[in-house]
């Protein structure tokens, strides 16, 4: 929480040598946990993706909801596993697959009847919905989860989620100042936590609807210092689209060089951390660019190879949006 992940890793290391010692499987489990949310934060993908399995597989809710909610844990190491394996699969490229993973959490939240939970799952599936740029289904994710948290006093959820409906309410009426207003809020109380993680991903956000509302200045220096945050702690994960938005911030001014510069940034990190979501982003945002100056053909070469990769997500604002400038290029 305090996005020492260094630390996070020796630690879970440890304790996943530690749990191969006897059969108890819920140490296991725990290590899987631990392994697989800390090295999606760190931008390992794929890494992610082969703990959160395992968790998965080794989650049985009648032998570990017990120990889970009673015994150390504030929420069932079952619905963690499934809401970050959906992350991981959005950024690995399976946004469909991604979903129903999610649903399967929330599902499973609702059937333990555990409101901490449930709050989580329904938080963890909002910010799943604002990866898929899907605004409505966002606001009413968080919208649920507010209501939880206000009622039981889970005051970190509660200001995560605050974030999330003020950045939907942005994406929704852009030039509305309550949406700002509640993700600053929500940005204060969760600093007064304590909590470090996903700083920077919560200032994109921020920097997202600064850029909708032509806040160009302010969104860049909000930029800085999400990419600042990630240079001290190794919270690497959503660098990608930080520097995606820098680059659209960039190209409202006099800065086209360094707009450009910014777009293949985006997409080197992307494909070293494997996330195929965030490289279709960027070949977007910098196809469309080549595109106008005129580099047509050069446009389709990167964005074409990129598309064909995909097998599900048509559907998604993304996808529909790569498909569309491909048949402009065509």
Request: aromatic share 8%.
């Amino acid at each position: 929480m305090r996005a020492e992940l260094d630390a996070a890793v020796e630690v879970g290391e440890q304790l996943a040598a530690l749990a191969q010692r006897g059969p108890d499987t819920m140490p296991q489990l725990v290590a899987h946990w631990a392994l697989g949310q800390t090295s999606l934060f760190r931008g390992a993908m794929a890494a992610a993706r082969i703990h959160l399995q395992q968790g998965i597989a080794l989650y049985d809710p009648a032998a570990h909801y017990g120990i889970s909610v009673h015994a150390g844990f504030p929420g069932d190491l079952g619905v963690f596993c499934r809401c970050f394996d959906a992350h991981a699969l959005w950024h690995l490229g399976f946004p469909d697959q991604a979903a129903q993973r999610m649903d399967e959490a929330l599902a499973l939240s609702k059937q333990l009847g555990h409101p901490f939970t449930h709050a989580l799952a329904l938080a963890y599936a909002s910010m799943l919905y604002q990866f898929r740029r899907e605004t409505s289904r966002a606001r009413a994710a968080a919208e649920a989860a507010i209501a939880i948290c206000q009622d039981e006093g889970f005051a970190y959820y509660l200001a995560w989620v605050t974030i999330l409906r003020g950045w939907a309410f942005t994406a929704e009426v852009p030039a509305a100042a309550d949406g700002i207003a509640q993700m600053h809020s929500g940005l204060t109380a969760i600093q007064a936590t304590g909590a470090k993680l996903r700083q920077p991903y919560y200032l994109a956000l921020l920097a997202d609807a600064c850029a909708r509302r032509g806040e160009t200045e302010l969104g860049l220096a909000l930029l800085t210092e999400a990419l600042a945050e990630i240079d001290s702690r190794h919270e690497c994960w959503h660098e990608p689209e930080l520097h995606r938005l820098r680059s659209e911030l960039l190209a409202c001014g006099t800065r086209a060089d360094e707009a450009e510069a910014c777009l293949h940034r985006a997409l080197a990190i992307a494909r070293a951390q494997g996330s195929r979501a965030l490289e279709l982003r960027a070949a977007v945002g910098l196809a469309r660019r080549w595109h106008g100056q005129g580099k047509r053909a050069a446009s389709a070469q990167l964005l074409a190879p990129i598309y064909a990769w995909f097998t599900e997500g048509f559907g998604t604002a993304d996808l529909l949006e790569a498909r569309a400038l491909l048949d402009e290029l065509s």
